[in-house]
């Protein structure tokens, strides 16, 4: 699990627990992912796939959100996409984690990891993907069956 810190732009800052003790951040992109030591100063530690401008692209979001990732307890966004399978995403929401089936979601079943990862949670008990352009009930995922995909187009 990597608990996001911020998102700005098309950057999202993380951190893996238990990783390491040398304080430091990974920030991914659609492109590829960086590893940014903090101390003495915000540099780069591994780079995967970025280029040059989006590294310091990706340096400069880091250090606007320096408080943020360096504040003891910090707050971690309230939706994170967890695991992706061929029959399930697992959506981790504060300490819940919930499976979101294919077989009762089928509108994931050909979504990509990036636009999995989008979501965003408007309310304690709403879910957002707007790539998808799909809204979900928390409920409706804990209780797929209390909310059965069925039309009730009168003839």
């Known amino acids: 699990m990597a ?3 911020a998102r700005d732009g098309q950057f999202r800052l993380f951190f893996f627990s ?3 003790a040398r304080i430091h951040v990974h920030v991914a992109h659609p492109d590829g992912e960086a590893k940014f030591w903090l101390t003495p100063s915000v540099h780069l530690a591994v780079n995967v796939g970025l280029s040059p401008l989006q590294i310091r692209q990706a340096q400069a979001v880091v250090g606007a959100h ?3 990732i360096k504040m003891p307890g910090i707050a971690t966004s309230t939706v994170e996409i967890t695991n992706v399978s061929p029959h399930c995403f697992w959506v981790l929401l504060g300490d819940e984690e919930l499976a ?3 077989a009762d979601f089928p509108w994931f079943k050909r979504a990509t990891i990036e636009q999995l990862s989008a979501v965003e ?3 304690p008990d709403h879910l957002y ?3 998808l352009d799909i809204d979900l009930s928390v409920a409706s995922i804990r209780s ?3 909310f059965p995909l069925a039309s009730k187009v009168s003839a």
């Open 3 to 5: 608990p996001t810190i």
């Open 18 to 20: 238990r990783e390491e």
């Open 66 to 68: 320096l408080k943020e």
């Open 100 to 102: 979101v089936s294919y």
């Open 121 to 123: 949670r408007p309310t």
């Open 129 to 131: 993907w707007p790539q």
């Open 144 to 146: 797929p069956a209390s």
